[in-house]
């Protein structure tokens, strides 16, 4: 198994560390070359039959593809980046990764061990630096330590409740050669329900006349989703997932009803406010899911509340549960499932119908100004691709029409940063379909969104991932523009953006790109978009006169 297990002298901190990688499991690594970590380069040249290494334009867009790839394996995605401004620049995904619950190791290389500590070139302290926003930040001042210190960041980043570790490789540590053994692959644990508390639930089920169950969070696996739904089947319980998390049902599941998101479903809103108990399962009922913070009551909901969720710290941290439960996702659904469950009246299967119909009335596209109608568009995509296609975005008011008008069939399928971080969709449909080849990966863009990250088009054509992106030209960071005629109507200063030519910026990097001016034209050009052998733009001009599927400038600027 190991790279050089023929020298007496060992191997040296490159080889041990990529070693450890191989044993645990990873296929697929990113990067930003820099010279702080050419040991670990040339281990993973010896080993490039078995690990892929993907070399990317900005850390910003390698870390963001390696926290992709944590998010749709469940396993740790693997970046590399070099010290100082590389670190900085991958900063953005460990918070991603953060605030998403996604595992994530980040190697950052570090100066030398015998000038640590003087500001040599490009030195930082990344336990200062990544100690507020990473799971876990360590340097590893030996070689002989590296098997220990990786196994743990495996660990750490997927126990629980998932998240990023950040280690630092002085250079000449790298270089340092190591006779230490190898660990075995690592072990991810997550606690499990009592029986106690599950019976606890039961009884709060059976008093309850209008449940809610509310999905969220990270932690879960394919299984376990589908073990949930069949647990909310089995004690008629409506399904609402909150923002970012529409992919923990199928969407055309009968129970679901809804996200619950910025831009929700006012009928869903009702809906929670009217319900008497609400079973959270993995949301934290952060501020995007709780109309910042007014949605429940704080610290006592009104709502019976029970809530489970994997990261015992959780539990009270805004809100009082009714029945806390601290638990795996996996573990929680599996033993939910076996539950035995009582008759369902016919009040609440009349409810859930209801509640679903609402849900199914407010995801029909609507009347819109100008040829782009967004909504159908997203409608027709919801309609014709397969179920197991990627959808990817960042944020901006172009993902109201992604989360409203999609519907999510497949666990995993959402690329969508709960963080709110612009230019995520592209890297993230671009680790999508390394990962997965034979699956459509779309991204959806802004004009803002898509220049954050727009450099990693040359990656996509490097490595022929084909992803299909879909550019929304608005000519502004409309979202923005929405927040400033909200409070200081007609005053427009800082939202607008001039824009290079998306279709020519596209060819020029190797991509297939074209303009569709209107909804009709769609169709086709998507068809032509999949069968361009290559990555390929579609550019969507839109009015800037539109905020929301709902709202425009004249709308506010009356209100
Ligand atoms: C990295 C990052 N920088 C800034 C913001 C603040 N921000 C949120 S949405 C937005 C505008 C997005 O513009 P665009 O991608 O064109 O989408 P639009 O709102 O116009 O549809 C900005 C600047 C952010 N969320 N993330
Ligand atoms: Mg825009």
Redesign the pocket.
């Known amino acids: 198994m190991n790279i050089n297990t023929s020298s007496s002298k060992g191997r040296t901190g490159g080889q041990v560390l990529v070693d450890a990688l191989r044993i645990n499991g990873v296929r697929t690594v990113y990067c930003v070359p820099g010279e702080s970590f050419l040991p670990v380069l040339d281990a993973l040249y010896l080993v490039r039959d078995d690990i892929d290494l993907i070399t990317c334009r900005q850390e910003g867009g390698a870390t963001h593809m390696a926290e992709a790839q944590g998010k749709i394996t469940g396993e740790p995605g693997i970046c590399f980046v070099t010290r100082g401004p590389g670190s900085t620049n991958a900063s953005?995904a460990v918070h991603t990764a953060r605030q998403d619950s996604t595992p994530l190791i980040l190697f950052v290389g570090q100066v030398e061990r015998g000038v640590l500590g003087r500001e040599a070139w490009q030195e930082l302290d990344y336990r200062q630096m990544f100690g507020s926003i990473a799971k876990w930040v360590d340097q590893v001042d030996s070689a002989d330590r590296l098997p220990e210190m990786i196994s743990r960041a495996f660990s750490v980043a997927t126990s629980g409740r998932p998240g990023p570790v950040v280690l630092a490789l002085p250079e000449d540590m790298l270089f340092e050669l190591s006779t230490v053994k190898d660990a075995q692959k690592y072990q991810s644990s997550q606690s499990a329900p009592t029986q106690e508390s599950l019976a606890q639930m039961q009884d709060l089920i059976s008093k309850a006349q209008k449940p809610l169950l509310i999905l969220g969070g990270g932690g879960w696996n394919a299984q376990a989703t589908l073990d949930i739904a069949q647990f909310s089947e089995a004690f008629g319980l409506p399904v609402a997932c909150v923002f970012r998390r529409q992919d923990l049902i199928n969407n055309q599941h009968s129970n679901y009803v809804g996200e619950i998101g910025l831009g929700m479903n006012p009928k869903l809103h009702e809906q929670i406010d009217e319900s008497d108990l609400l079973i959270v399962v993995g949301a934290r009922m952060g501020e995007t899911s709780t109309n910042a913070y007014t949605l429940l009551d704080i610290p006592n909901p009104k709502q019976t509340f029970i809530h489970i969720h994997s990261d015992a710290n959780e539990l009270g941290h805004v809100y009082q549960p009714t029945l806390g439960i601290n638990s795996g996702l996996a573990t929680f659904a599996a033993a939910a499932k076996k539950l035995n469950a009582p008759a369902i009246s016919s009040d609440k299967k009349e409810r859930i119908v209801k509640a679903r119909q609402h849900y199914l009335d407010f995801i029909k596209p609507l009347e819109t100004i100008g040829p782009i109608n967004l909504g159908e568009i997203v409608s027709y995509l919801n309609k014709t691709i397969p179920e197991d296609s990627y959808i990817a975005n960042?944020?901006?008011?172009?993902?109201l029409w992604v989360q409203r008008f999609f519907q999510y069939k497949k666990f995993k399928t959402q690329l969508a940063p709960a963080s709110?971080?612009?230019?995520y969709g592209l890297p993230a449909a671009i680790a999508a379909k390394i990962e997965h080849p034979e699956r459509l990966s779309i991204c959806f863009?802004?004009?803002?969104?898509?220049l954050?990250n727009g450099q990693e088009l040359a990656t996509a054509v490097q490595y022929q991932a084909n992803v299909i992106i879909i550019v929304?030209?608005?000519g502004?960071?409309?979202?923005?523009?929405?927040h400033q005629e909200r409070h200081y109507p007609g005053n427009v200063w800082g939202?607008s953006?001039s824009n290079p030519n998306f279709i020519d910026l596209a060819k020029a990097y190797g991509a297939h790109a074209e303009l569709v001016e209107k909804t009709a034209d769609f169709p086709a050009a998507f068809e032509r978009a999949e069968n361009a052998g290559r990555p390929a733009l579609i550019e969507l001009q839109t009015s800037d006169e539109i905020l929301t599927p709902r709202l425009t400038v004249s709308d506010l600027r009356r209100a």
Do not use: W
Not at 445 to 450: N, R, V
Not at 476 to 482: L, T
């Open positions: 953005i960042g944020a901006g008011n172009y993902t709110g971080t612009m230019g863009a802004g004009d803002g969104c898509f954050m929304v030209n608005n502004m960071y409309g979202s923005i523009r929405m939202s953006l």
